[in-house]
């Protein structure tokens, strides 16, 4: 959910710059079932622009009319949207709508958190009961500072809390500059993750190769910044080049990101692991056994953007800790 709040921040900075007023809408509750769960945010500009969704598309509509005495007299509001009889998710969502104006000093210290790679923490106070609830809201903690949303927002004691602390942006990071890899971070990028490409400097790679990317490392394997890897980067190793792929593992080697795949078959991993192994004795047989090669889910994939889907789907079933199976055979709930 951390990328969905970095699109909210960059999408009021433009509001405030046309001078549009907004509103934040956050699933604070749920009785039920829904598509989508407590967390999730939208952001809504008086222009009617809407950025983000907290469901499928059903009950935007709604939130949008609930909004405008918002925008009109600024008193945070809880709306409820009971899907039982309009989206048959069996749920009643709990939707706290507060003024969104946030200081400058807390986009700065949001923007210092995202870029080194830090969580935060938002914690906001409602009752579950529909109307106007003055001085409720949200409270952020970036660092050791703690801001509110708008002017209007105390702290409530007998209220209800909604917590939560968001972790950095999952980043996925591409060792590789081939087309193949111009595909995984196309959808790398779709997902909303942060997304790196590696790439030596006799490949005359610049960052324009990749469209949308965030950061292109441009080092040789044995000075590759290892350091810049951590718990929430998926990497996955796809130069092509097997004297590469070697080099790029040794550096590797003593990192611990949260997927490490490596594209090819199998007799090339092994061969690959063999040589590793050689080089090193006292490598940590947990790092070996944690690569996944050939990298991806059997999912009949045969084209790059195929490809690309079925690695990506492995590397969700390794961060999410769970095993694949077709959700018409799953016994328990869908999400």
């Not at 951390?2 to 046309?18: C, D, G, P, Q, V």
């Not at 210092?112 to 579950?128: A, D, G, H, P, Q």
């Not at 972790?167 to 590789?176: A, D, F, H, V």
Request: with cysteine.
């Amino acid at each position: 959910m951390t990328h969905e709040f970095k699109k909210i921040i960059k999408e009021y900075s433009i509001a405030k710059l046309a001078n549009l007023k907004c509103v934040l809408a956050t699933v604070v509750d749920l009785d039920g079932s829904s598509y989508r769960k407590p967390g999730v945010r939208m952001l809504i500009r008086e222009d009617d622009v809407m950025i983000g969704a907290v469901s499928g598309g059903c009950v935007e509509k709604e939130v949008l009319f609930q909004a405008q005495s918002v925008f009109e007299n600024g008193i945070t509001k809880l709306m409820t949207y009971d899907g039982r009889f309009r989206l048959g998710c069996e749920g009643l969502l709990y939707i706290l709508l507060e003024s969104f104006s946030p200081e400058e000093a807390l986009i700065t210290d949001f923007k210092f958190v995202i870029e080194n790679r830090k969580s935060f923490k938002l914690n906001t106070s409602y009752i579950k009961e529909y109307g106007d609830l003055e001085g409720y809201g949200t409270f952020m903690s970036l660092n050791s500072d703690t801001y509110t949303f708008n002017s209007g927002t105390k702290e409530q004691t007998n209220s209800l809390h909604f917590c939560q602390t968001l972790e950095p942006c999952q980043r996925l990071l591409l060792i590789g500059g081939e087309h193949d890899a111009v595909q995984l971070a196309h959808f790398g990028l779709g997902m909303g993750w942060e997304v790196n490409v590696a790439v030596t400097p006799k490949e005359n790679k610049s960052i324009a190769d990749f469209h949308g990317i965030d950061r292109l490392l441009d080092f040789e394997p044995e000075e590759f910044p290892v350091e810049t890897i951590d718990k929430n980067t998926a990497v996955l190793l796809m130069t092509h080049s097997y004297v590469k792929d070697l080099k790029y593992l040794m550096r590797l080697k003593n990192s611990k990101p949260t997927y490490l795949g490596i594209l090819g078959p199998i007799k090339r991993r092994e061969k690959l692991l063999s040589e590793l192994l050689e080089h090193d004795m006292d490598i940590d047989l947990g790092f070996i056994e944690n690569i996944h090669g050939p990298a991806g889910l059997n999912i009949g994939a045969e084209t790059p953007q195929e490809i690309a889907i079925s690695i990506l789907a492995e590397i969700l079933t390794v961060i999410r800790k769970t095993q694949p199976v077709m959700l018409k055979d799953k016994l328990k709930s869908v999400h």
